[in-house]
């Protein structure tokens, strides 16, 4: 479906105004007071057909902020605010008006704006994350921005629109700007009705943060031609960012480098791109934050030299963190420096280490940030060395559980399932030894099934068929609600009748049970999720896993995971763009997970083939 951007309308003016005015010019003109003539309202707010028919109206409305008669002040107030975001640019200048009066009313103009974000025509899930915008601290803004980018079929898209034009504060203007930015990878196949939507929305405004979007959007027709005026905008906000009180970041700065960097990658630039890693290095050496995220960024693209230069240049960062040291680690090994990686490493665990209850605590956290961040070498060692510490007292089982379970997940995620079955085993040893169960009643069976199925998958990919059967089916009867479990039987080939008719009859009964949670929990992402997940690889209803998989998006739309659910129901409904669409704002979000990257290959090569397919029956 083409995506239509929705207008903000501002409220109209409606008969109480304009009683009100003319009870003022009345007033006025019975205390001598002197009032410009003014074209007599109409009863609706000004047409905002376009920015630059507007623009004498709001020039002169904005002086008349500063007359000398109070009421023609006011009348100007009332105008303008009827004017809504359509007056946002020319209040924006205002704010410094060598008249002070002027500058403070159009300051308060801008305050209020800023307060009602959603628009009567946002949809449901928008206006959540827009009603208390306003209230939020920085940081806070700034997830809400990315939330709206992921929103499902880019519902988000128009408020995100409307942020990066209105927000007040410029740096958050430029964040919206890359929220957008990044629905849109370089070199990957655009959805194009997307495109034009955000460049309809966005399309009168002169703000440097348009300018950013539309720029990029650019690139999808010449890349070449575009590539100089992005290099130019970079130029710019570097200088913006040594001048005092600027409207940037290093981080800001640092994200439009690297976009420069993907599109010189595409072509193959190999001069202009080790310049430009080095340009992004030295920026981010003096700020911490740029730091943190630019250290991924290395991480996602495997650029190992330039990690390794910025752990030199930003020693002092680095020495204090030891994720960062850790990724200093897999630099330094992946070049060919392993005795330098384990002496860095060994700094990074050391770095950590206190009380062994507190030490358990943060290795553990550790772990799960290093595997987060696709550091898997590293995250295994620190679970081990979780498991390794935790035996030594019963009173630290409960962290030998929890490490176990992450690293069988993570073993599993990397397609080593012979090892996750063996972590598996672990976990269960640990969990009947455990006098108090953390994980609840009934955990022990859910468990056992995971590890049959860890092992049925191994014995798959060991070309065992006969032995990955008998692995399914332990793993069914120890938990027949289990839905990785049910998926791979569903997908058994060669079993009869009866057996196919049981499996049919138990995925239905799962998916009754969770619709029946999710009946009594609307707001509960997981059961939406799982749902989806379960119909979308089996069978039944697909428009409901559909529902189900959006619904789970638009209460946390950040997660890849949920969008690799979205991919498989539309692969099952044979819709091969649409899934791989899908598959990579899951990749997006979580870059380092292996099955993801895994299936976004497979969703893209069926979207080839069925392009393929379609032109050769065109002929």
């Given at each position: 479906?083409?995506?239509?951007?929705?207008?903000?309308?501002?409220?109209?003016?409606?008969?109480?105004?304009?009683?009100?005015?003319?009870?003022?010019?009345?007033?006025?003109?019975?205390?001598?007071?002197?009032?410009?003539?003014?074209?007599?309202?109409?009863?609706?707010?000004?047409?905002?057909?376009?920015?630059?028919?507007?623009?004498?109206?709001?020039?002169?409305?904005?002086?008349?902020?500063?007359?000398?008669?109070?009421?023609?002040?006011?009348?100007?107030?009332?105008?303008?605010?009827?004017?809504?975001?359509?007056?946002?640019?020319?209040?924006?200048?205002?704010?410094?008006?060598?008249?002070?009066?002027?500058?403070?009313?159009?300051?308060?103009?801008?305050?209020?704006?800023?307060?009602?974000?959603?628009?009567?025509?946002?949809?449901?899930?928008?206006?959540?994350?827009?009603?208390?915008?306003?209230?939020?601290?920085?940081?806070?803004?700034?997830?809400?921005?990315?939330?709206?980018?992921?929103?499902?079929?880019?519902?988000?898209?128009?408020?995100?629109?409307?942020?990066?034009?209105?927000?007040?504060?410029?740096?958050?203007?430029?964040?919206?700007?890359?929220?957008?930015?990044?629905?849109?990878?370089?070199?990957?196949?655009?959805?194009?009705?997307?495109?034009?939507?955000?460049?309809?929305?966005?399309?009168?405004?002169?703000?440097?943060?348009?300018?950013?979007?539309?720029?990029?959007?650019?690139?999808?027709?010449?890349?070449?031609?575009?590539?100089?005026?992005?290099?130019?905008?970079?130029?710019?906000?570097?200088?913006?960012?040594?001048?005092?009180?600027?409207?940037?970041?290093?981080?800001?700065?640092?994200?439009?480098?690297?976009?420069?960097?993907?599109?010189?990658?595409?072509?193959?630039?190999?001069?202009?791109?080790?310049?430009?890693?080095?340009?992004?290095?030295?920026?981010?050496?003096?700020?911490?934050?740029?730091?943190?995220?630019?250290?991924?960024?290395?991480?996602?693209?495997?650029?190992?030299?330039?990690?390794?230069?910025?752990?030199?240049?930003?020693?002092?960062?680095?020495?204090?963190?030891?994720?960062?040291?850790?990724?200093?680690?897999?630099?330094?090994?992946?070049?060919?420096?392993?005795?330098?990686?384990?002496?860095?490493?060994?700094?990074?665990?050391?770095?950590?280490?206190?009380?062994?209850?507190?030490?358990?605590?943060?290795?553990?956290?550790?772990?799960?940030?290093?595997?987060?961040?696709?550091?898997?070498?590293?995250?295994?060692?620190?679970?081990?060395?979780?498991?390794?510490?935790?035996?030594?007292?019963?009173?630290m089982k409960e962290y030998a559980i929890a490490a176990r379970s992450g690293l069988a997940e993570m073993l599993h995620d990397l397609g080593r399932d012979d090892q996750a079955a063996t972590?598996?085993?672990?976990?269960?040893?640990?969990?009947?030894?455990?006098?108090?169960?953390?994980?609840?009643?009934?955990?022990?069976?859910?468990?056992?099934?995971?590890?049959?199925?860890?092992?049925?998958?191994?014995?798959?990919?060991?070309?065992?068929?006969?032995?990955?059967?008998?692995?399914?089916?332990?793993?069914?009867?120890?938990?027949?609600?289990?839905?990785?479990?049910?998926?791979?039987?569903?997908?058994?080939?060669?079993?009869?009748?009866?057996?196919?008719?049981?499996?049919?009859?138990?995925?239905?009964?799962a998916a009754e049970v969770l619709h029946q949670q999710i009946e009594q929990n609307p707001d509960d992402p997981t059961a939406c999720n799982q749902f989806a997940w379960l119909i979308g690889?089996?069978?039944?209803?697909?428009?409901?896993?559909?529902?189900?998989?959006?619904?789970?998006?638009?209460?946390?739309?950040?997660?890849?995971?949920?969008?690799?659910?979205?991919?498989?129901?539309?692969?099952?409904?044979?819709?091969?763009?649409?899934?791989?669409?899908?598959?990579?704002?899951?990749?997006?979000?979580?870059?380092?997970?292996?099955?993801?990257?895994?299936?976004?290959?497979?969703?893209?090569?069926?979207?080839?083939?069925?392009?393929?397919?379609?032109?050769?029956?065109?002929?």
């Amino acid at each position: 479906m083409r995506l239509r951007p929705k207008k903000f309308r501002p409220a109209a003016v409606g008969a109480a105004t304009v009683w009100l005015l003319a009870f003022v010019v009345r007033s006025a003109l019975a205390d001598n007071m002197q009032a410009p003539t003014l074209p007599p309202p109409t009863g609706e707010a000004p047409e905002a057909s376009t920015a630059s028919g507007l623009q004498p109206r709001i020039t002169t409305l904005i002086e008349r902020l500063g007359h000398d008669n109070y009421f023609v002040r006011q009348q100007a107030e009332k105008e303008l605010t009827a004017l809504g975001f359509d007056a946002f640019d020319a209040l924006s200048a205002a704010v410094d008006h060598e008249d002070l009066e002027i500058a403070a009313r159009a300051r308060s103009l801008l305050n209020r704006l800023g307060q009602v974000w959603a628009s009567d025509e946002d949809p449901p899930e928008v206006r959540a994350f827009l009603d208390d915008y306003q209230w939020q601290d920085r940081s806070t803004r700034r997830q809400r921005l990315r939330s709206l980018a992921y929103l499902p079929d880019g519902a988000g898209i128009a408020a995100l629109g409307r942020l990066v034009r209105f927000e007040r504060s410029a740096v958050l203007s430029k964040y919206a700007a890359l929220a957008l930015i990044e629905r849109f990878p370089a070199g990957e196949p655009w959805d194009e009705d997307l495109a034009d939507a955000v460049e309809q929305q966005l399309r009168d405004s002169r703000r440097a943060a348009v300018g950013w979007v539309r720029t990029w959007l650019a690139f999808r027709r010449d890349p070449q031609e575009v590539l100089p005026r992005w290099t130019a905008l970079i130029d710019t906000e570097e200088t913006r960012l040594r001048q005092p009180s600027s409207a940037t970041s290093a981080e800001l700065v640092s994200q439009l480098i690297r976009r420069r960097i993907e599109w010189l990658n595409r072509r193959h630039a190999q001069a202009e791109l080790a310049l430009a890693m080095d340009r992004l290095v030295a920026l981010a050496a003096g700020d911490a934050e740029a730091l943190r995220s630019l250290v991924d960024w290395l991480l996602r693209r495997k650029a190992w030299a330039a990690l390794e230069r910025l752990g030199s240049q930003a020693g002092k960062q680095f020495a204090g963190n030891p994720l960062l040291l850790y990724a200093l680690a897999q630099a330094q090994a992946e070049l060919g420096h392993p005795q330098r990686a384990a002496q860095t490493s060994e700094v990074a665990r050391k770095s950590l280490d206190g009380g062994p209850v507190h030490a358990l605590a943060l290795h553990l956290a550790l772990a799960e940030q290093l595997r987060t961040h696709g550091l898997h070498g590293w995250a295994e060692k620190e679970y081990r060395y979780v498991l390794d510490l935790a035996g030594t007292g019963n009173n630290m089982k409960e962290y030998a559980i929890a490490a176990r379970s992450g690293l069988a997940e993570m073993l599993h995620d990397l397609g080593r399932d012979d090892q996750a079955a063996t972590a598996m085993e672990g976990l269960l040893a640990d969990l009947q030894e455990h006098q108090t169960n953390p994980f609840g009643s009934g955990i022990l069976s859910t468990m056992q099934a995971r590890l049959h199925y860890f092992r049925a998958r191994h014995l798959q990919q060991q070309g065992e068929h006969d032995q990955y059967r008998d692995a399914l089916r332990r793993a069914i009867q120890s938990d027949a609600s289990d839905i990785d479990v049910l998926i791979a039987c569903y997908r058994l080939p060669g079993e009869d009748a009866a057996y196919r008719q049981k499996i049919r009859a138990l995925i239905k009964h799962a998916a009754e049970v969770l619709h029946q949670q999710i009946e009594q929990n609307p707001d509960d992402p997981t059961a939406c999720n799982q749902f989806a997940w379960l119909i979308g690889n089996t069978e039944g209803d697909f428009d409901a896993a559909l529902r189900h998989s959006k619904r789970s998006l638009q209460i946390e739309p950040l997660s890849g995971g949920y969008y690799d659910t979205l991919a498989h129901v539309y692969f099952g409904k044979k819709d091969y763009e649409r899934a791989f669409r899908a598959q990579l704002l899951a990749v997006q979000l979580e870059p380092h997970s292996g099955l993801l990257n895994k299936k976004l290959k497979v969703f893209h090569e069926a979207w080839e083939e069925e392009a393929i397919s379609s032109d050769e029956q065109n002929r």
